[in-house]
């Protein structure tokens, strides 16, 4: 039974990403007390990759409670649990680009987590002409570079360009 374990175990250790830090890996001395804990930590290990799991970290790191996080962004804390648990299929970039400043996570890192497919062509292309606009009016503003680099991001996991390059 145990050698069970031993290669679930290493399994888990398989799924684990190396951007992962070390304190957060799977011990190597470590063995489950219970089914339960075997079979949350094999979600927590599946769960490693996904934008919920990356957002409920960095939240948790900076001490901040959901309703915290609501208050300094001003995103409902309902949509921020929604997110963490990663229940909505076509996140808002916006909000997305927000967390990420607030929870300093490298912006790349929560855009590639993103289905690209969720997001039609018409769609980013009307938000990427929203927000070309947007730094039209206000050259230098923060959150349109912050946009404009976000759906860049999304048009490349997809395979094209920009409608602004073709």
């Not at 830090?21 to 996904?50: F, H």
């Not at 076509?90 to 289905?115: C, H, K, M, W």
Request: net charge positive.
């Amino acid at each position: 039974m145990w050698k069970w374990f031993n290669a679930l175990i290493r399994a888990l250790k398989a799924l684990r990403r190396p951007s992962v830090s070390p304190a957060d890996a799977i011990p190597s001395s470590w063995v489950p007390e219970s089914p339960t804990q075997l079979i949350s930590a094999w979600q927590q290990a599946r769960n490693s990759q996904s934008l919920g799991f990356v957002l409920s970290q960095a939240r948790i790191s900076k001490g901040l409670s959901l309703l915290q996080l609501q208050t300094v962004t001003g995103i409902n804390a309902t949509y921020l649990v929604k997110l963490e648990h990663n229940l909505v299929a076509q996140p808002s970039i916006f909000v997305l680009v927000q967390l990420a400043e607030t929870l300093d996570l490298d912006l790349r890192q929560v855009i590639t987590r993103l289905d690209p497919t969720a997001y039609s062509h018409e769609d980013l292309m009307a938000l990427e002409r929203r927000w070309r606009l947007c730094l039209l009016a206000q050259p230098g503003n923060r959150n349109g570079i912050l946009m404009l680099e976000s759906i860049s991001l999304l048009w490349a996991q997809m395979g094209m360009r920009s409608s602004g390059r073709h």
